[in-house]
């Protein structure tokens, strides 16, 4: 396992990238722990299967340095690096058993044979897989191929990384829990160096230590769940993550008030951008009360998912959710107030302020 | 789950019926009126019974005829698939490569039997044909129309050139449905180029090339305009097949019974073998 140093990396798929728009990776500049287990999270074209290419070495990045705990792997091959990656699409051999499908990379490798049946069985074992090890590998389901990919990875003991490029897409839901748990296991008991890729909020915060958010070929922010979720860094981090997303509204900031309409919002501490177009204001449902003081709002809709309600509410002319716990009372003539605790202030899109 | 009985469902079958007896039922049963009878014109028909089939089975010309189809069947299965696939492997799969490729692969489908025929028959030709006159300039005494094994070495490369673009294009559509991530799980499990082709890119093209192997076993087992344009069946007999004989005996001879007799035997040989391969290779498939 190893440290990952991205080092000002940047790539672009045209030969000749002039602006910052030709680049589908802008600048990444991060290391990442040896034994760590990241989540690219982020819509579809952000650049982070880019990334992890890059990583894997499937793409040579056009700038920057890709260090392996510190050893420069920028130019090595996929091959040379000694990493494992699992698809999006479950990747076997159709024509070998499961038991072979293991044995593959270590053959390839002129393992002793030996070494390939112990080292080949103690993965069953791992992956669960055991009873079917003399099984056609293309009868399998969909989650037992996944599994068989990543053993192919995990059978060789001297993997730099295990790269996940979506793996659960195919894999029914009652199964994707399953799955998780025993990849979060492994990580756990082998302290394997881990990346993967997802546009699956729930699956990168369930998954991952740390979540790197990327949005339009930048990570927006690297962080646990929880401050991805207290402190989102930049706008998209909020709206991503969470369930709905976060509120956000422009303001106006005068002192340490801001100025929502015709209403003024005292601010946990003050703040005053220079030079910044817009000024928002970001807040989780969860920290909007709904109650009889503060700000009138009308009730748009309420949505009853279970455990809590969304309440959709408009304030003037903006749009603010709330979640209301279930049981929660929703008033005849409602209003809402800003929890401070949850009040982040944003300019351009980044977060300059809050609690 | 309960059936329903609707008579007037019947109806509706009724024109795809109809379409099948015209195209197909109607004229093999004017066949198999032939064969069983026997004429001499005048609309005269007199019962025969299976003495046709009888002397078809027992013929050693048809004997000859199908024992020469099936050793070309063979021999162009046997050149034209392994080549075939190597030539798929080696087309580019993206730049301005691709449709160049496609179209060159492409063509020689595009000509007309029997103009493939006459391509070949000057082609060939010793005294103005490139190839033949080239062969007689490098001392070789070449040919086709005196010595059967030319004759053969001609029509073989003929049906190569001619057919070789559809296994080709059939394994190359099989080889770029493969995702890339195989490919990149390959360099990442360290896999040889052999390997490559033995675990990922041949089970890839099983089913296309089931089709192809099909395809081009009944094609050559069928064959008739390129080797009757280029030797007309000769020397001798040495290019006869199938279907050359069938049509001299019908039309030549005019032995309207035998060669009814002959066609659906023929028939039944095309059936059954391509039966057996399909059952063969679909088994293998699921075996594996």
């Known amino acids: 396992m190893a440290r990952i140093d991205l080092d000002h990396i940047r790539h672009a798929y045209s030969p000749n990238p002039k602006s910052d728009k030709d680049y589908a990776l802008k600048e990444v500049h991060h290391s990442w722990e040896d034994g760590g287990a990241y989540a690219l999270l982020g819509p579809s074209g952000c650049g982070k299967t880019t990334l992890l290419n890059i990583i894997s070495g499937l793409i040579h990045p056009s700038h920057g340095q890709l260090l392996f705990d510190g050893v420069d792997v920028t130019t090595l091959s996929t091959q040379e690096r000694n990493i494992a990656q699992v698809f999006q699409f479950p990747v076997i051999y159709d024509t070998m058993t499961v038991y072979d499908n293991l044995a593959f990379p270590l053959r390839n490798r002129g393992v002793p044979e030996a070494e390939i049946d112990r080292k080949v069985r103690e993965t069953l074992e791992m992956i669960d897989l055991a009873s079917w090890a003399k099984k056609k590998a293309r009868g399998l389901t969909a989650d037992q191929k996944q599994k068989i990919s990543l053993g192919r990875g995990l059978v060789r003991s001297d993997v730099n990384a295990i790269l996940f490029d979506e793996p659960l897409t195919v894999i029914d839901p009652h199964m994707k829990w399953v799955l998780r748990s025993q990849l979060k296991q492994l990580h756990q008991r082998f302290g394997y160096t881990m990346v993967y890729v997802t546009h699956d909020q729930t699956e990168a915060l369930t998954f991952a230590q740390k979540v790197v958010v990327m949005y339009d070929g930048e990570i927006v922010q690297i962080g646990t769940p929880e401050e991805l979720f207290e402190r989102p860094k930049h706008t998209f981090v909020g709206y991503f993550i969470g369930s709905p ?86 008033p005849a003539e409602p209003h809402i107030a800003f929890d401070p605790k949850g009040i982040n202030i944003y300019a351009d899109s980044w977060r300059v302020g809050g609690q | 789950m309960e059936k329903t009985w609707n008579n007037k469902a019947w109806f509706m079958v009724l024109p795809v019926l109809l379409l099948v007896a015209f195209s197909a039922v109607v004229p093999l049963m004017t066949v198999v009126n032939y064969s069983v009878q026997d004429t001499f014109g005048n609309n005269q028909f007199f019962w025969a019974g299976t003495d046709w089939f009888d002397e078809i089975l027992h013929s050693e010309r048809f004997h000859a005829a199908l024992g020469r189809n099936l050793v070309f069947s063979f021999i162009i299965l046997a050149i034209e698939v392994p080549l075939g696939i190597i030539i798929a492997l080696n087309m580019p799969r993206k730049g301005w490569g691709v449709p160049v490729c496609l179209v060159l692969m492409a063509l020689p489908l595009l000509i007309p039997w029997n103009v493939v025929g006459t391509i070949w028959q000057v082609f060939g030709r010793v005294d103005i044909g490139l190839l033949g006159r080239t062969l007689a300039n490098l001392g070789i005494n070449y040919n086709y129309v005196q010595n059967p094994m030319h004759a053969w070495f001609t029509v073989i490369i003929m049906d190569i050139w001619h057919w070789t673009s559809l296994v080709v294009l059939l394994c190359y559509a099989g080889l770029v449905s493969i995702p890339d991530a195989f490919y990149q799980a390959a360099k990442i499990d360290g896999a040889s180029r052999w390997a490559v082709f033995r675990y990922i890119q041949l089970p890839k093209m099983n089913r296309v090339l089931l089709i192809a192997v099909l395809l081009r076993f009944m094609d050559s087992f069928m064959i008739y305009t390129e080797p009757f344009v280029v030797t007309g069946g000769g020397p001798g007999n040495s290019t006869t097949f199938l279907s050359i004989d069938l049509v001299k005996m019908a039309v030549g001879q005019f032995d309207l019974g035998p060669a009814a007799a002959m066609s659906i035997i023929y028939f039944l040989i095309i059936l059954l073998l391509s039966w057996v391969f399909y059952t063969v290779m679909t088994n293998y498939d699921a075996e594996r």
Do not use: C, F, W
Request: aromatic share 2%; glycine share 12%; no cysteine.
């Open chain 1, 245 to 330: 997303g976060m509120n956000v509204m422009p303001v106006k900031l005068s002192g340490g008030m801001a100025q929502i309409g015709s209403h003024q919002i005292e601010l946990p501490s003050p703040v005053m951008p220079a030079n910044a177009k817009i000024i928002e204001l970001g807040i989780r449902p969860e920290y909007v009360r709904l109650g009889r003081a503060g700000m009138p709002v009308k009730i748009a809709k309420v949505e009853d998912i279970g455990r809590h309600k969304i309440v959709r509410t408009r304030l003037e002319n903006q749009d603010i959710a709330i979640i209301v716990e279930e049981g929660g009372d929703i």
